[in-house]
């Protein structure tokens, strides 16, 4: 007899099989982190994921501009516990897109500032996903500690996001 799985469990395995990320596990003598940790001092020390980047292309972050009334990515990491639940704005270049997963797009999102580890902000948005190397413009809600298992955890993400194309990549 088969049983069914429910959707949820196979929309997460999809998403595991088609980023191309790798769980990490912490070392086995490693103690857990203190419930008073924030978010930035719970950061990993070295990224989860693997660096976003389209494969064999290099986005230039050159020239871009802060958004008007908005943040930077370096911004929005070291505020990140005051933007708790808060909607921010900020611009930056598209570095890695998976989308259609979880019934959302996956977003790496850069625009230079930040040092590594810190700049790259994960944007979950809907409807048509930007290209690698599109600039967008990004507005949407930030979350702490988000945890979608098998090593997807995130200190910070960008959810909900509303994501307007101010300069397409094939221009």
Same mark, same amino acid.
């Given at each position: 007899?088969?049983?069914?799985?429910? /959707?949820?469990?196979?929309?997460?395995?999809?998403?595991?099989?088609?980023?191309? /990320?790798?769980?990490? +596990?912490?070392?086995?003598?490693?103690?857990? @982190?203190?419930? &008073?940790? +924030?978010? @930035?001092?719970?950061?990993?020390?070295?990224?989860? !994921?693997?660096?976003?980047?389209?494969?064999?292309?290099?986005?230039?972050? @050159?020239?871009?501009?802060?958004?008007?009334? =908005?943040?930077?990515?370096?911004?929005?990491?070291?505020?990140? &516990?005051?933007?708790?639940?808060?909607?921010?704005?900020?611009? =930056?270049?598209?570095?890695?897109?998976?989308?259609?997963?979880?019934? $959302?797009?996956?977003? !790496?999102? $850069?625009?230079?500032?930040?040092?590594?580890? $810190? #700049?790259?902000?994960?944007?979950?948005?809907?409807?048509?996903?930007?290209?690698?190397?599109?600039?967008?413009?990004?507005?949407?809600?930030?979350?702490? #500690?988000?945890?979608?298992?098998? =090593?997807?955890?995130?200190?910070?993400?960008?959810?909900?996001? +509303?994501?307007?194309? &101010?300069?397409? @990549?094939?221009?």
């Amino acid at each position: 007899m088969m049983k069914s799985i429910p /959707c949820g469990v196979l929309a997460v395995a999809l998403l595991f099989t088609f980023t191309g /990320c790798s769980k990490q +596990t912490p070392d086995s003598g490693s103690a857990p @982190a203190p419930a &008073e940790q +924030t978010a @930035a001092e719970a950061m990993p020390a070295s990224p989860p !994921h693997p660096t976003p980047t389209a494969a064999g292309a290099v986005v230039d972050l @050159a020239g871009i501009e802060k958004a008007e009334g =908005g943040r930077t990515v370096a911004e929005l990491f070291d505020d990140m &516990e005051q933007l708790a639940g808060e909607s921010v704005v900020f611009r =930056g270049k598209v570095v890695k897109v998976n989308a259609g997963i979880m019934d $959302r797009n996956w977003l !790496h999102v $850069r625009d230079g500032s930040g040092v590594e580890g $810190r #700049n790259d902000v994960t944007v979950t948005t809907t409807g048509t996903p930007p290209s690698v190397g599109d600039t967008v413009l990004v507005s949407g809600t930030v979350a702490l #500690n988000k945890d979608f298992g098998m =090593g997807y955890a995130y200190p910070m993400i960008v959810e909900d996001a +509303t994501v307007s194309v &101010e300069s397409s @990549a094939s221009q």
